[in-house]
């Protein structure tokens, strides 16, 4: 059993809920919708990601042998039941907004259209795959936004939470407009492009720096880059300068040299004149180290004469906004809207969608959600991608979700670029369609009469 494709990773209220509507019966059709109520802080937008993800999850779900007897000795459900699960396979629809879709609170990125059990069971799975990636692709769009231009590698698999974590956010944030990832399985499965150097320990392991720089260079001599920050970093980068004739005898190009600690400003402006002085301006300078994209504006606001980035930690974790209030929420059951009417936590019933509207530069300018079918100006963003519980179309390249990220970013209204708070957020409106209907559902959805007072 692989853990991360079993049908038990999830909640057991799923599986308890599932019990009970297979002993009342309740099969009908069920609409869920996917959507966030609120953006973190300082975010002004987010990117939708993880899409991927979640289609294989629903094309693969079935309880295999293992799970079936897991459920069977744990004593909590019937007999009968363990054999309905055995059968059991998403057969929905899902509608969706394609990954590298820029969305905002209270529109639904994904729906869920399947009998209740299936619908119901996959809540918890779904959340837990878009959640992630969409989080981590607008972290990784920030830093896009804030070093436009520059190499940004992903340099988080050992902090991320896990390893799955790590794979996923090589992929959320390549799709946001990162250059590529330092994880190498990500490189393997995706074809994301692979940036790697040396570790100090590489130099400590070698009793003289220089040495351990030849030694790096002739193992790999289509261009390498060198770590110079283990010791002195001037002195190292003046090594380097002073190897560079012997190393280009040897037919091997110095690409570049990386720091990962102390004054970046400082030493990146040094190295760029050393580099330089020795005839070596193509050699680029590559900064990493506890970065962010605050770090990042701030390093290019000094000047810093930095080619390119690696960004770890922060990225993979979405340190500054670890989470989002996202939630999956039922919106239709046998063929009557539903709606939450909880205090703070109340929904807009039935199956929507979102029209966006951009202005006379093809910028956006503002989004309308309505009821699905409800006559709207704007581009509807949310299209069908699963009917029947199959694919409609192949999985979709992470080159085409790249050039859709970087269309999306590239239509944000200037406002929403900083990675402050907009003092006027995007303007999201429900359209009078909606707002009827919610009326409607709260008329004549029935009060439970109050026991005590």
């Known amino acids: ?135 981590v692709a607008t972290k990784a769009a920030r830093g896009v936004l804030a070093a436009p231009g520059k190499v940004l590698v992903d340099f988080g698999l050992r902090r991320a939470h896990g390893g799955e974590a790590g794979l996923l956010a090589a992929r959320a944030a390549y799709i946001a407009g990162y250059t590529g990832t330092a994880t190498v399985l990500a490189g393997a499965r995706f074809g994301i492009p692979l940036f790697g150097t040396m570790a100090h320990s590489f130099v400590q392991a070698h009793d003289d720096e220089a040495q351990a720089f030849i030694d790096f260079a002739r193992a790999f001599p289509k261009g390498t880059v060198f770590l110079v920050d283990t010791y002195d970093t001037e002195a190292a980068v ?120 951009r202005d006379d530069f093809g910028r956006f300018n503002h989004d309308v959600v309505s009821v699905e079918g409800d006559a709207q100006n704007g581009e509807p963003l949310l299209v069908p991608v699963m009917r029947n519980g199959r694919r409609l179309d192949a999985a979709e390249s992470l080159e085409s979700i790249r050039r859709r990220a970087a269309a999306q970013l590239k239509q944000l209204p200037e406002r929403l670029a900083p990675l402050e708070a907009a003092v006027a957020p995007y303007r999201v409106e429900i359209a009078p369609a909606l707002r009827m209907l919610a009326d409607e559902v709260d008329r004549t959805t029935s009060e439970v009469p109050a026991l005590c007072k």
């Open 1 to 135: 059993m692989n853990p991360l494709s079993s049908a038990l990773l999830t909640d057991l209220y799923q599986l308890t809920m599932l019990h009970t509507y297979y002993v009342r019966g309740m099969g009908e059709s069920a609409v869920f919708e996917f959507f966030i109520r609120k953006l973190p802080p300082d975010r002004n937008f987010m990117m939708a990601a993880g899409l991927e993800q979640a289609i294989e999850y629903l094309e693969r779900l079935r309880f295999g042998p293992e799970e079936l007897e897991w459920v069977a000795k744990s004593g909590l459900f019937s007999t009968d039941f363990v054999r309905h699960l055995e059968a059991l396979r998403f057969t929905g629809e899902v509608h969706a907004m394609p990954e590298g879709t820029i969305f905002f609170p209270n529109e639904p990125i994904l729906r869920v259209i399947a009998p209740m059990p299936q619908a119901q069971l996959v809540e918890s799975r779904l959340i837990n795959l878009v959640h992630f990636e969409t989080l």
């Open 238 to 357: 003046r090594k380097v300068a002073a190897l560079a004739p012997q190393l280009q005898r040897e037919r091997i190009a110095i690409k570049g040299i990386r720091l990962d600690s102390g004054d970046l400003v400082a030493l990146a402006k040094s190295a760029r004149c050393i580099l330089d002085d020795a005839g070596l301006r193509e050699t680029t300078i590559f900064a990493s180290g506890n970065l962010d994209e605050y770090r990042l504006r701030k390093l290019l606001a000094a000047g810093a004469p930095i080619d390119g980035f690696g960004v770890g930690t922060s990225l993979v974790t979405s340190s500054d906004a670890p989470f989002l209030d996202a939630v999956y929420k039922l919106q239709e059951y046998a063929g009557r809207p539903r709606r939450k009417r909880s205090t703070a936590k109340a929904t807009w019933p039935g199956r929507k969608q979102v029209f966006r509207h």
